[in-house]
């Protein structure tokens, strides 16, 4: 297809070459992703990052895969300077490679504030539904969470996981001084984690904070299954119970003194039923902790790279799983402090506040009255 454009068009924006350019880069970036997805679902980061140096024909051995792919991987990746080769002269097959150990944080270490596998696991998730999306985009419809699967999931818990575990209860919750000190108190304070995902939010707050109990709830049946695992393999199933419920169920009622919901308002259909539910959870005095996308307070565009990530995941993934069920107030991950306090007073909430705790990617928000 050629597309004729208007002489008295005047050129506004990049040049085409610039454009190209910056599209060429964006197509190098994409293949980053894939490989780095390939390098970690076949353990090859993990293999190379439990030896020194490893030559094609090892890693394969080691990972039950066959050589010549694992060969042009290895390749690539130090292409792309993502690894590093002891002895670039020898022959392809004797050539030695290195996961240098700062790279091994960031592409293999679970725990590091630094991990970005759950970002690329997410991201080759949502892009798995392309063809779906078009049609959803063409209808008004949506794609159900479920439907997109484990890597979603898996990623988002990833991806959320080291912040939970690093940052909630050393950081997050101690500057919220009321609610830090009551969940530090006795009688033993109660918590709903509406939409917990795989638990790790919960196994977070449980440690932080030894007497708490808390009842997590999710929709999803193989996140709620993960929750289960994760909360017993922690050894805090005496402290963590999660549900399978529906956080916006009109028959969830309960004494809690704190309501938290991470990461998660956003994608939910009607935000305003479910925040009025949470509502309907606290105890006298109690609040409700969203922990939702920090984006700018208006649209922007041009915009910075936090804005530009939490678009291309709303089109790709927050989006449609909001519109999944109808009717739905097609939110989407770019929810700015704006939409979140009308959703608020709307759920009958009095007081809103933005809290002031920094992080680069979320916005902390406590809602009460
Ligand atoms: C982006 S994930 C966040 C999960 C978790 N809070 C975290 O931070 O890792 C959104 C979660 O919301 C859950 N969810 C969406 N709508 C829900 C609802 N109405 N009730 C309970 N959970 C819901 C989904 O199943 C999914 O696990």
Redesign the pocket.
């Known amino acids: 297809m050629s597309i004729n454009v208007p002489e008295t068009t005047e050129f506004t924006g990049l040049s085409p070459e610039a454009l190209l350019e910056r599209v060429l880069g964006a197509c190098l970036g994409m293949m980053d992703v894939a490989a780095i997805y390939i390098g970690d679902r076949l353990g090859f980061y993990q293999a190379l990052a439990r030896n020194d140096s490893l030559t094609p024909s090892e890693l394969a051995d080691r990972t039950n895969t066959n050589e010549r792919y694992t060969r042009e991987w290895l390749e690539q990746q130090a292409v792309s300077g993502l690894l590093e080769v002891e002895n670039p002269g020898e022959s392809p097959e004797e050539r030695r490679f290195r996961l240098p150990r700062g790279h091994a944080e960031v592409l293999t270490d679970r725990d590091s504030l630094w991990y970005s596998v759950g970002l690329i696991r997410g991201l080759i998730g949502s892009s798995l539904a392309l063809p779906s999306l078009l049609e959803a985009f063409r209808s008004g419809g949506g794609i159900p ?1 479920f439907d997109y699967g484990a890597d979603i999931r898996e990623g ?2 990833d991806g ?1 996981r080291p912040m939970f575990l690093n940052l909630l209860g050393a950081e997050w919750f101690p500057a919220i001084t009321d609610v830090h000190e009551r969940l530090s108190a006795d009688p033993p304070a109660r918590i709903a984690d ?5 638990g ?2 919960s196994v977070a707050l449980a440690r932080a904070y030894p007497r708490v109990h808390i009842d997590a ?4 049946q193989a ?1 709620v299954a993960a929750a289960i695992r994760n909360v017993a393999a922690e050894g805090l199933a005496d402290r963590i119970t999660i549900h399978r419920e ?3 169920d009109p028959s969830l009622a309960g004494v809690y003194d704190l309501v938290t919901i ?3 308002l956003h ?2 259909p009607r935000p305003v039923e ?1 925040l009025r539910a949470m509502r309907r959870l606290l105890a006298a005095g109690g609040s409700v902790i969203v922990a939702d996308e920090h984006v700018s307070e208006t649209f922007t565009a041009p915009a910075g790279d936090v804005e530009r990530l939490m678009y291309g995941f709303s089109i790709l993934h927050c989006l449609p799983v909001g519109m999944a069920d109808q009717p739905s107030a097609g939110t989407g991950t770019v929810m700015r402090p704006e939409t979140l306090d009308r959703y608020a007073r709307d759920a009958g909430f009095t007081d809103v506040r933005v809290l002031p705790i920094e992080h680069d990617f979320w916005r902390f928000y406590r809602l009460s009255g």
């Open positions: 969470y988002i818990a959320n509406v939409a917990c995902g795989s790790w939010s709830f999710d929709l999803d996140s529906d956080a916006a991470f990461e998660a994608d939910m479910a």
